[in-house]
């Protein structure tokens, strides 16, 4: 068995296969299907009897694929190969960015760690030293947050996912992803500015809304991995590209709805059903412990002096900050 090991914040996986092809290539290169537009940094580790948890896969061409999933372990068999090959949509693969790797890896970092993630982009504001996140699923804006709060200056901390700890009393929160999927678009027209900055050049393409590529927008990046107890701003949002006019609204003495969204944000990726090389159903991983220990964590995490403004974004692409910084 070929084997090797991954390194994602303080969780270790272990990987094995009887086919080397099947174990991805480290360092991890800033791809559409990548999961560096999951987490700020997947690194090798050394393979030993100390790792969290195992993923093997046995490729065998004549036998139908199975993914049987434990706590601990991953066992899955199957013609790997081929469907890697036939597959046009490699994102939801054992290590793409929408794949079982990356929820596997959220659930465990809650179960052994006590490391929860919100679906959502973070920028941070040097000047207040006020972090801000931007919860919601795709769609939602949150790329045209992360160029627009660029331009105006601020620092990015996290594209995708934005991981936090409650320990000691104190809110840690840990850089996420800093590679993000963008619609050539937005860059070409609504963004020129960044694009400038990034000084590279998008392919040719006849649908420039409807394709995205694979940004590494390190560039902006904070220069801290971790922040403890800072102030927060949270925002939902929904960003319309042409829309004039901004509407917040303050959410702060709405307790119970936004308790609902942040719980429903944080367990968005863990617990929903996932169709793996467009042929393997797996179901989602969360269970009623995992379950009961991220409401406490989104108590806990809502209990915190340093969340200071809780707002609803309806905005533009452009005018997308106003009012908020």
Known sequence: MF?????????????????????????????????????????ETEFSGGLDSYLIIVDEETMIPVINIFYDEILASGSFLKLTSETDDLRFSFFGNEGLIFRYALMLLEEKYSIYSFHACSMYDEKTGRLFIACGSAGSGKTCLILRGLELGLKLFSTEMTHFEIKGGKLHLYKGSLVDNIRIGNLKYSYPDILKQLDIELPQTPDEWGKKIAVDLGKFETPFDEVTDPEIVVLFPHVEEKRDKVHLSDMRDKERVVFRLLFNNATEKIGEEVLLYESIPVSGLDSPVGRD???????NFMDKRQLVKILKLVAGSQNCWEGII
């Open 293 to 299: 220990r991220r409401l406490d964590a989104i108590r």
């Open 3 to 43: 084997k090797k090991a991954i390194k994602i914040l303080n969780l270790k996986i272990g990987l094995l296969s009887n086919r080397k092809e099947l174990l991805p290539e480290l360092p991890l290169k800033a791809e559409y299907e990548s999961l560096l537009t999951d987490f700020h940094k997947v690194t």
